[in-house]
């Protein structure tokens, strides 16, 4: 009896000392109320992000009558729709302007040693995403559960751009091939444009702002 009953303790043991690749955080656990014919269901509602630091990210909500099963429930859904977002030298490769609902969210890429200045559930995704360095700006709702789905929106629009300033030195290190003159100029073209892209956003935006007050 002994012998039997100690082969599924190994097996629990086992099961737990598993290392996960991912890790989790639940941003929130509300309780939510839905009316039905008999009165009010009241439930619970968790956010749960998960990623492995490394480029993959997910975003998944669960309801249960319980707080576990409902963080489990949102474990599941955020494993099934996780992405997977370009991360060059821990920054991202281009700035992203995006509005989901009532929320309007900015992000742009940093130079290395800035770290993640961004607050609330994008702090968290950009975290667990593997991004170390970024600058980021939300406008409109505090709601946790609008402002995460707005920051998996804004990652999922970014996109590997060759001629980025990350990309600068590697192109200029390779030799030059026929008709090497043209190709130079248009890589400084490139190089210009991209900087003066971020200056001309930056300015617009201050006199949206001041139109708009």
């Not at 909500?61 to 370009?86: C, D």
């Not at 975290?127 to 939300?138: C, F, I, Q, T």
């Not at 008709?179 to 200056?199: F, H, L, N, T």
Request: net charge positive; hydrophobic share 40%.
């Amino acid at each position: 009896m002994n012998a039997k009953s100690s082969k599924p303790d190994r097996k629990r043991n086992d099961r737990r000392r598993e290392p996960s690749e991912f890790a989790e955080a639940t941003l929130s656990v509300d309780r939510v109320t839905r009316v039905v014919k008999g009165g009010r269901r009241m439930r619970f509602r968790a956010i749960v992000v998960i990623g492995n630091r490394k480029g993959k990210v997910g975003l998944g909500t669960g309801k249960a009558a319980e707080v576990q099963a409902a963080v489990k429930k949102a474990t599941s859904a955020a494993r099934r729709a996780m992405i997977r977002i370009p991360i060059i030298d821990g920054t991202i490769p281009h700035q992203v302007d995006t509005k989901f609902k009532a929320s309007r969210l900015r992000i742009m890429p940093a130079k290395p040693g800035t770290g993640i200045i961004a607050g609330g559930a994008l702090r968290v995704i950009l975290d667990h995403a593997g991004v170390k360095n970024v600058l980021s700006k939300r406008f409109g709702t505090r709601n946790k559960l609008v402002n995460a789905q707005a920051s998996m929106k804004a990652l999922a629009l970014l996109r590997h751009v060759p001629g980025s300033m990350v990309d600068a030195p590697v192109a200029a290190a390779t030799p030059p091939a026929d008709g090497a003159p043209e190709q130079q100029a248009d890589i400084s073209a490139v190089q210009v444009k991209e900087v003066s892209k971020e200056e001309l956003a930056k300015q617009l935006d201050i006199h949206r702002k001041s139109k708009v007050e």
